[in-house]
Protein backbone atom coordinates (compact mmCIF):
# COMPACT_ATOMS: atom_id res chain seq x y z
CA UNK A 1 0.00 0.00 0.00
CA UNK A 2 1.11 3.28 -0.77
CA UNK A 3 1.80 6.10 1.98
CA UNK A 4 0.03 9.12 1.57
CA UNK A 5 1.64 12.22 0.70
CA UNK A 6 4.24 13.97 2.63
CA UNK A 7 5.30 10.92 4.64
CA UNK A 8 7.73 8.08 4.00
CA UNK A 9 7.36 6.27 0.63
CA UNK A 10 7.01 2.70 2.48
CA UNK A 11 5.75 1.69 5.44
CA UNK A 12 8.35 0.47 8.27
CA UNK A 13 8.02 -2.87 9.68
CA UNK A 14 6.85 -1.68 13.12
CA UNK A 15 4.28 0.36 11.23
CA UNK A 16 3.16 -2.49 9.63
CA UNK A 17 2.87 -4.98 12.40
CA UNK A 18 1.32 -1.71 14.44
CA UNK A 19 -1.20 -1.54 11.33
CA UNK A 20 -2.37 -4.95 11.95
CA UNK A 21 -3.04 -4.69 15.38
CA UNK A 22 -5.33 -2.01 14.73
CA UNK A 23 -7.41 -3.66 12.05
CA UNK A 24 -7.86 -6.58 14.49
CA UNK A 25 -9.04 -4.43 17.05
CA UNK A 26 -11.26 -2.23 14.69
CA UNK A 27 -12.68 -5.58 13.60
CA UNK A 28 -13.44 -6.31 17.01
CA UNK A 29 -15.03 -3.47 18.29
CA UNK A 30 -17.32 -3.75 15.01
CA UNK A 31 -19.22 -7.12 15.93
CA UNK A 32 -21.06 -5.67 18.92
CA UNK A 33 -21.93 -2.51 20.42
CA UNK A 34 -20.81 1.08 19.54
CA UNK A 35 -18.65 1.71 16.86
CA UNK A 36 -15.28 2.28 19.13
CA UNK A 37 -12.78 4.60 17.05
CA UNK A 38 -9.38 3.35 17.54
CA UNK A 39 -7.37 6.25 19.46
CA UNK A 40 -3.31 5.98 20.25
CA UNK A 41 -0.97 7.67 22.31
CA UNK A 42 2.51 7.45 23.79
CA UNK A 43 1.25 8.70 26.93
CA UNK A 44 0.98 6.05 30.04
CA UNK A 45 -2.62 6.07 31.22
CA UNK A 46 -3.64 8.69 33.51
CA UNK A 47 -1.56 11.11 31.45
CA UNK A 48 -3.64 14.83 30.61
CA UNK A 49 -4.11 13.90 26.89
CA UNK A 50 -5.34 9.97 27.44
CA UNK A 51 -7.27 11.36 29.45
CA UNK A 52 -8.80 13.54 27.80
CA UNK A 53 -9.49 11.48 24.94
CA UNK A 54 -11.13 8.98 26.80
CA UNK A 55 -13.78 12.45 27.95
CA UNK A 56 -14.57 13.19 24.16
CA UNK A 57 -15.00 9.30 24.16
CA UNK A 58 -17.47 9.59 26.84
CA UNK A 59 -19.22 12.65 25.37
CA UNK A 60 -19.76 10.54 21.94
CA UNK A 61 -21.38 7.57 23.31
CA UNK A 62 -23.86 10.18 25.28
CA UNK A 63 -24.54 12.51 21.93
CA UNK A 64 -25.16 9.52 19.46
CA UNK A 65 -26.82 7.21 21.46
CA UNK A 66 -23.97 4.81 21.97
CA UNK A 67 -23.18 4.27 18.74
CA UNK A 68 -19.87 5.90 18.47
CA UNK A 69 -17.02 5.58 21.33
CA UNK A 70 -13.54 5.63 21.79
CA UNK A 71 -10.55 3.42 22.36
CA UNK A 72 -7.15 4.61 23.70
CA UNK A 73 -4.21 2.26 22.89
CA UNK A 74 -1.94 4.18 25.29
CA UNK A 75 1.81 3.76 26.78
CA UNK A 76 2.86 3.96 22.96
CA UNK A 77 1.01 0.26 22.56
CA UNK A 78 0.91 0.81 18.69
CA UNK A 79 4.16 1.99 17.87
CA UNK A 80 5.87 5.50 18.02
CA UNK A 81 4.36 8.57 16.82
CA UNK A 82 6.41 8.37 13.39
CA UNK A 83 5.04 5.07 12.65
CA UNK A 84 1.16 5.99 14.11
CA UNK A 85 1.50 9.36 12.10
CA UNK A 86 2.12 7.06 8.64
CA UNK A 87 -0.92 4.31 9.88
CA UNK A 88 -3.20 7.44 10.71
CA UNK A 89 -2.98 8.73 7.21
CA UNK A 90 -4.40 5.76 5.23
CA UNK A 91 -6.56 4.90 7.57
CA UNK A 92 -5.08 2.57 9.72
CA UNK A 93 -6.02 4.34 12.85
CA UNK A 94 -9.01 6.33 13.80
CA UNK A 95 -7.68 8.59 16.17
CA UNK A 96 -3.92 9.71 17.19
CA UNK A 97 -2.90 12.15 19.61
CA UNK A 98 1.16 13.56 18.81
CA UNK A 99 3.26 16.24 19.60
CA UNK A 100 3.63 18.98 17.33
CA UNK A 101 7.13 18.29 16.29
CA UNK A 102 6.75 15.21 14.72
CA UNK A 103 4.31 16.81 12.18
CA UNK A 104 6.74 19.25 11.10
CA UNK A 105 8.22 16.79 8.58
CA UNK A 106 4.75 16.33 6.87
CA UNK A 107 3.52 19.60 6.77
CA UNK A 108 5.82 22.81 7.37
CA UNK A 109 3.20 25.23 8.42
CA UNK A 110 2.95 22.88 11.28
CA UNK A 111 6.36 24.70 13.01
CA UNK A 112 4.48 27.86 13.31
CA UNK A 113 3.45 27.01 17.00
CA UNK A 114 6.73 25.77 18.05
CA UNK A 115 8.40 29.40 17.09
CA UNK A 116 10.38 30.49 19.97
CA UNK A 117 8.55 33.59 21.84
CA UNK A 118 5.87 33.47 19.46
CA UNK A 119 3.40 33.59 22.67
CA UNK A 120 3.66 35.84 25.77
CA UNK A 121 1.43 34.01 27.91
CA UNK A 122 0.03 30.70 28.07
CA UNK A 123 -3.60 32.44 27.77
CA UNK A 124 -1.98 33.79 24.58
CA UNK A 125 -1.39 30.61 23.74
CA UNK A 126 -4.87 29.04 24.17
CA UNK A 127 -6.42 31.95 21.99
CA UNK A 128 -4.90 31.67 19.56
CA UNK A 129 -5.06 27.93 18.87
CA UNK A 130 -8.63 27.75 19.83
CA UNK A 131 -9.06 30.69 17.15
CA UNK A 132 -8.71 30.93 13.46
CA UNK A 133 -4.56 31.20 13.42
CA UNK A 134 -5.18 27.49 15.32
CA UNK A 135 -7.82 26.23 13.12
CA UNK A 136 -5.71 27.57 9.48
CA UNK A 137 -2.85 25.42 10.83
CA UNK A 138 -4.48 22.00 11.13
CA UNK A 139 -6.85 22.29 7.85
CA UNK A 140 -2.77 22.30 6.02
CA UNK A 141 -2.90 18.54 7.58
CA UNK A 142 -6.42 17.32 5.05
CA UNK A 143 -3.56 17.30 2.06
CA UNK A 144 -2.09 14.65 3.91
CA UNK A 145 -4.92 12.55 5.28
CA UNK A 146 -5.47 13.47 8.29
CA UNK A 147 -8.01 15.68 10.20
CA UNK A 148 -6.86 17.91 12.75
CA UNK A 149 -9.77 18.01 15.97
CA UNK A 150 -8.39 20.52 18.56
CA UNK A 151 -4.71 21.06 19.86
CA UNK A 152 -4.05 20.16 24.17
CA UNK A 153 -1.42 21.41 25.72
CA UNK A 154 2.09 20.44 26.27
CA UNK A 155 3.62 23.23 28.97
CA UNK A 156 5.45 25.98 28.52
CA UNK A 157 9.09 25.41 27.99
CA UNK A 158 11.70 26.98 30.10
CA UNK A 159 15.29 26.33 31.07
CA UNK A 160 17.01 24.78 33.76
CA UNK A 161 20.97 24.45 34.53
CA UNK A 162 23.45 22.77 37.07
CA UNK A 163 25.40 26.59 37.03
CA UNK A 164 23.44 29.77 37.01
CA UNK A 165 20.34 31.46 37.25
CA UNK A 166 19.74 33.00 33.68
CA UNK A 167 18.06 35.81 33.80
CA UNK A 168 19.67 37.27 30.17
CA UNK A 169 21.40 36.10 26.85
CA UNK A 170 24.35 36.77 28.43
CA UNK A 171 23.55 34.21 31.55
CA UNK A 172 23.33 31.48 28.90
CA UNK A 173 26.81 32.32 26.50
CA UNK A 174 29.25 29.56 27.35
CA UNK A 175 26.17 27.09 28.47
CA UNK A 176 26.19 23.74 26.72
CA UNK A 177 22.20 23.09 26.48
CA UNK A 178 20.39 19.99 25.39
CA UNK A 179 17.88 19.99 22.75
CA UNK A 180 15.94 17.16 20.59
CA UNK A 181 17.51 16.81 17.11
CA UNK A 182 15.00 19.45 15.89
CA UNK A 183 16.97 22.21 13.13
CA UNK A 184 14.31 24.78 14.93
CA UNK A 185 15.58 23.89 18.64
CA UNK A 186 18.84 24.08 18.10
CA UNK A 187 19.21 27.10 15.75
CA UNK A 188 16.87 28.68 18.85
CA UNK A 189 19.37 27.74 21.54
CA UNK A 190 22.71 28.79 19.20
CA UNK A 191 20.81 32.48 18.54
CA UNK A 192 20.96 32.57 22.50
CA UNK A 193 24.36 32.40 22.97
CA UNK A 194 24.68 28.43 23.81
CA UNK A 195 25.77 25.74 23.22
CA UNK A 196 23.33 23.64 21.32
CA UNK A 197 23.63 19.83 22.32
CA UNK A 198 21.23 17.24 20.49
CA UNK A 199 20.44 14.33 22.40
CA UNK A 200 18.34 11.84 23.64
CA UNK A 201 15.83 12.87 26.61
CA UNK A 202 16.38 9.43 28.34
CA UNK A 203 20.35 10.51 28.36
CA UNK A 204 19.67 14.00 29.80
CA UNK A 205 19.99 13.10 33.27
CA UNK A 206 23.23 11.41 33.51
CA UNK A 207 24.80 13.91 31.06
CA UNK A 208 23.97 16.07 33.73
CA UNK A 209 25.47 14.17 36.41
CA UNK A 210 28.48 13.84 34.60
CA UNK A 211 29.21 17.06 33.11
CA UNK A 212 28.84 16.27 29.40
CA UNK A 213 26.10 19.15 29.51
CA UNK A 214 25.28 21.82 31.48
CA UNK A 215 21.10 21.85 30.95
CA UNK A 216 18.28 21.46 29.16
CA UNK A 217 14.71 22.82 28.72
CA UNK A 218 11.33 21.52 29.13
CA UNK A 219 8.32 22.06 31.23
CA UNK A 220 7.60 21.45 35.32
CA UNK A 221 6.25 18.03 34.99
CA UNK A 222 9.30 16.77 33.13
CA UNK A 223 11.49 18.58 34.93
CA UNK A 224 10.49 16.63 38.01
CA UNK A 225 9.16 13.10 35.93
CA UNK A 226 12.85 12.73 34.35
CA UNK A 227 14.77 13.77 37.93
CA UNK A 228 16.85 16.38 36.59
CA UNK A 229 16.22 18.76 38.92
CA UNK A 230 18.48 16.76 41.16
CA UNK A 231 21.23 17.75 39.06
CA UNK A 232 20.19 21.02 37.53
CA UNK A 233 18.58 23.27 40.52
CA UNK A 234 18.29 26.49 38.80
CA UNK A 235 15.11 27.10 36.85
CA UNK A 236 14.56 30.14 34.96
CA UNK A 237 11.01 30.95 33.55
CA UNK A 238 12.37 32.08 29.75
CA UNK A 239 8.63 30.27 28.62
CA UNK A 240 10.53 30.41 25.05
CA UNK A 241 8.36 28.02 23.79
CA UNK A 242 4.53 26.33 24.25
CA UNK A 243 4.41 23.65 21.18
CA UNK A 244 1.23 22.03 21.45
CA UNK A 245 0.11 18.38 21.31
CA UNK A 246 -2.27 18.28 18.26
CA UNK A 247 -5.40 15.33 18.18
CA UNK A 248 -6.05 14.41 14.69
CA UNK A 249 -8.36 11.70 12.59
CA UNK A 250 -7.99 9.85 9.85
CA UNK A 251 -9.16 11.61 6.80
CA UNK A 252 -10.51 8.21 5.30
CA UNK A 253 -12.38 7.43 8.62
CA UNK A 254 -13.93 11.53 9.00
CA UNK A 255 -14.44 11.02 4.89
CA UNK A 256 -17.13 7.86 5.99
CA UNK A 257 -18.89 9.53 9.07
CA UNK A 258 -22.14 11.84 8.39
CA UNK A 259 -22.45 15.00 8.38
CA UNK A 260 -24.08 15.87 11.86
CA UNK A 261 -21.96 12.91 13.28
CA UNK A 262 -18.59 15.16 12.01
CA UNK A 263 -19.96 17.88 13.94
CA UNK A 264 -20.60 15.71 17.15
CA UNK A 265 -16.95 14.27 16.97
CA UNK A 266 -15.55 17.77 16.18
CA UNK A 267 -17.60 19.06 19.18
CA UNK A 268 -16.96 16.62 21.57
CA UNK A 269 -13.39 16.92 20.59
CA UNK A 270 -13.26 20.70 21.49
CA UNK A 271 -15.26 20.21 24.77
CA UNK A 272 -12.30 17.72 25.89
CA UNK A 273 -9.95 20.81 25.29
CA UNK A 274 -10.74 22.66 28.84
CA UNK A 275 -10.77 19.02 30.37
CA UNK A 276 -7.63 18.46 29.23
CA UNK A 277 -6.38 21.68 30.25
CA UNK A 278 -7.63 21.69 33.81
CA UNK A 279 -5.85 18.30 34.31
CA UNK A 280 -2.81 19.59 33.16
CA UNK A 281 -2.35 23.20 35.07
CA UNK A 282 -3.21 20.76 38.09
CA UNK A 283 0.22 18.59 37.26
CA UNK A 284 2.16 21.56 36.67
CA UNK A 285 1.06 23.01 40.03
CA UNK A 286 1.72 19.72 41.50
CA UNK A 287 5.21 19.54 39.74
CA UNK A 288 6.27 23.14 41.26
CA UNK A 289 4.75 22.85 43.88
CA UNK A 290 7.05 19.38 44.49
CA UNK A 291 9.93 21.09 43.23
CA UNK A 292 10.20 23.89 44.98
CA UNK A 293 10.36 22.29 48.08
CA UNK A 294 12.72 20.04 47.39
CA UNK A 295 14.73 23.02 46.77
CA UNK A 296 14.59 23.97 43.18
CA UNK A 297 15.87 27.96 42.57
CA UNK A 298 13.12 29.39 40.39
CA UNK A 299 13.87 32.64 38.89
CA UNK A 300 11.41 35.12 36.67
CA UNK A 301 12.73 36.20 33.39
CA UNK A 302 11.12 39.84 33.02
CA UNK A 303 13.00 40.92 30.09
CA UNK A 304 11.49 38.37 27.52
CA UNK A 305 12.05 40.62 24.87
CA UNK A 306 16.14 40.60 25.27
CA UNK A 307 15.60 37.17 24.30
CA UNK A 308 13.13 37.15 21.57
CA UNK A 309 15.09 40.56 19.85
CA UNK A 310 17.75 37.65 18.81
CA UNK A 311 14.80 35.52 17.22
CA UNK A 312 14.97 37.44 14.17
CA UNK A 313 17.67 35.32 12.19
CA UNK A 314 15.25 32.08 13.40
CA UNK A 315 12.03 33.92 11.44
CA UNK A 316 13.89 34.50 8.67
CA UNK A 317 14.93 30.83 8.50
CA UNK A 318 11.33 29.14 8.97
CA UNK A 319 8.97 31.89 8.48
CA UNK A 320 8.82 31.77 4.62
CA UNK A 321 6.13 31.79 2.78
CA UNK A 322 3.28 34.16 2.47
CA UNK A 323 0.44 31.56 4.52
CA UNK A 324 3.50 31.49 7.15
CA UNK A 325 3.81 35.11 7.63
CA UNK A 326 0.33 35.69 7.61
CA UNK A 327 -0.17 33.53 10.52
CA UNK A 328 2.45 35.06 12.36
CA UNK A 329 1.16 38.20 11.95
CA UNK A 330 -2.18 37.27 13.41
CA UNK A 331 -0.76 35.47 16.11
CA UNK A 332 1.25 38.09 17.14
CA UNK A 333 -1.83 40.60 17.04
CA UNK A 334 -3.66 38.53 19.21
CA UNK A 335 -0.79 39.13 22.01
CA UNK A 336 -2.91 41.37 24.52
Known amino acids: MASAPGLLPAITRRAAASAGLAAFALAACGRSGPRLLLSSDTHPVGYPTVEAVQEMGRLLLERTGGRLGV ?16 ITSFGGLDLNRVFMSPLNAIEPDTTI ?3 PFLFNSQDHMRRVLDGAPGRAILDRL ?21 RRAIYSPEDMKGLKIR ?54 PYFSLTRHTMTPEVLLMAKARWDKLSSADRDIVMACAAESVPF ?9 GVAR ?29 FVTTPFQKRIVAEIEGMAS
Request: charged content about 25%; some cysteine; proline content about 4%.
Open 142 to 162: EQHGLVGLCYYDSGERSFYNT
Open 276 to 284: MRRLWDERV
Open 71 to 86: KVYAGGQLGAERDTLE
Open 289 to 317: DRLLAAGVKENEVTDRDAFRSLMKPIYDR
Open 113 to 115: PSL
Open 179 to 232: TPNSDLSVAMINAMGANATPMDLGEVYQSLVQGVIDGAENNWPSFESGRHFEAA
